[in-house]
């Protein structure tokens, strides 16, 4: 991974002036006629290299929009329209926070260029005074695990991939790592893990994986991550097009780990328990069937009326164990829904939790780092919806109670350990490229999770 933020000049550094919007009296006059016919006024994220006498960059302009306004979040789009070299920032406003600035620039400078043949050089940056640059690079390096994770396509990242994942990360921050695989699933109670991952190829066998870090008696957090490597729809399998994309179906494993990478690195005063379910869910002659009955760790049973919805089965084991654990606090991440993505589109994730105190905290983190999340609710009256037809409840809701993504977390609400628990139906993909924001993998949720968990455990 390239670091892109120094703490330091390490020899010739180019200037990036902040221009407010309409601000432009500071500039020379060979400046304001080039931001003239270029119709560059300090709007917000506008960009202009200014050439020297002997052609090359002698600084660059930077819009800011209203100082009064501008989010440091806006800098993530600055790293990627910067060429290669060293860069430092004049005229950053005080009440934007240093490390969030430094944070966001190293987030807008990543690249997913393993498969290409030659990765390109990147601009970096000299960190604004009074920046955390440990905890801004902790925080980029863990967001850019979770995208390199989702990004990277399924033949190489499969249940095998994710566990080494997580056992490097236990071994950099000395945590303790514990996996069952393959029939042992069935051994040790976890039987709709193996149920929905059984028909994979044997190296691929399903598994769920065990983080475990932090000082005796502190409160436990439970960090809950959906692991579906590859997601055909199971028999009933998906369309092509809905297929293309489901590499990512292991998006919530990938954003748990960044995060407890996250906390491990930070030392917060919290104990840890990651809870990876993995699987593959493929088609053979062992899958599982439409009307299948299977059985859960807490006992109650769940009928089979979708192949397609197995996020929430394998889910329902690793709630069951975090459950377990008693923990204080109880999060869990998955890419669950298309009708979260109906409901809110791609940018924005919606969080469920019956929670008063809890829904505030995470609200709040949300605004203060700029990671935005929106409260959706556990409605009761879609409860009935899950009621199965010849078992305890079923993984397809009603088609009355139409609302997807809220009764997926009913769902969810049944095998949640008791105590506080959140539910993030994340999406972990950008369709669309915005500078800063390039099309393919996202990390979502996990900065404003760990400034909540940092605050509420402080």
């Known amino acids: 991974m390239t670091e892109v933020l120094l703490t330091a000049p390490e020899g010739e550094t180019l200037p990036v002036l902040l221009v407010a919007d309409g601000d432009l009296g500071g500039l020379s006059p060979f400046e ?133 994942i997580a056992r490097e990360i236990a071994e950099r921050h000395g945590a303790t790592v514990s996996v069952v695989t393959g029939d042992a699933l069935l051994d040790e109670n976890y039987p709709s893990i193996h149920a929905v991952g059984r028909a994979a190829d044997p190296a691929r066998a399903p598994r769920i994986i065990e983080l475990g870090w932090g000082r005796p008696g502190a409160p ?27 590499k990512k179906d292991m998006g919530g494993a990938a954003h748990v780990l960044a995060l407890a ?72 991440m998955a890419t669950l829904t298309g009708a979260a993505r109906i409901a809110l589109g791609p940018q924005v994730i919606p969080f469920f939790t019956d929670d008063e105190t809890l829904a505030d905290e995470i609200a709040v983190a949300s605004r203060a780092v700029n990671d935005p999340l929106w409260r959706l609710p556990l409605w009761a009256g879609y409860e009935e919806a899950l009621d199965g037809d010849v078992a305890d409840l079923k993984n397809d809701p009603d088609g009355w109670a139409q609302a997807g993504s809220v009764t997926a977390g009913l769902f969810l609400k049944r095998f949640a350990p008791p105590g506080p628990w959140v539910h993030l139906d994340i999406f972990a993909w950008n369709p669309k490229g915005r500078p800063g924001y390039p099309v393919g993998a996202e990390a979502q949720a996990v900065r404003a999770l760990f400034a909540m968990i940092r605050t509420r455990f402080a």
């Open 261 to 332: 990478r996250m906390i491990m690195a930070a030392e917060l005063p919290v104990r840890l328990a990651v809870l990876v379910p993995v699987v593959e869910n493929a088609i053979s002659g062992d899958a599982m069937r439409p009307g299948d009955v299977l059985d859960t760790r807490k006992g109650l049973t769940v009928e089979v009326g979708n192949t397609d919805a197995e996020g929430r089965l394998i889910l329902s084991d690793a709630l069951t164990r975090a459950g377990e654990l008693d923990p204080a606090l109880t999060i869990d």
């Open 32 to 164: 304001q006629g080039l931001a003239a016919v270029a119709e560059f006024k300090g709007k917000a994220g506008q960009l202009l290299v200014v050439p020297g006498a002997d052609g090359r960059t002698a600084r660059v302009l930077f819009g800011l929009g209203d100082p009064a306004k501008t989010e440091a979040m806006l800098f993530r789009g600055l790293a990627p329209r910067l060429a290669a070299g060293d860069y430092r920032l004049d005229g950053l406003p005080e009440r934007l926070d240093p490390t969030q600035v430094a944070t966001a620039f190293a987030l807008g400078g990543y690249r997913f260029d393993r498969y290409r043949k030659k990765g390109q050089a990147k601009a970096r940056l000299v960190v604004p005074a009074g920046a955390d640059v440990a905890e801004a690079r902790e925080t980029a390096h863990a967001c850019d695990l979770a995208r390199d994770m989702v990004n990277t396509p399924a033949n190489d990242m499969g249940p095998l991939q994710i566990e080494t």
């Open 220 to 246: 436990l957090v439970a960090l809950v991550g959906k692991g579906v490597v590859f997601d055909t729809g199971g028999l009933d399998i998906k369309p092509s097009a809905g297929m293309r994309l489901m």
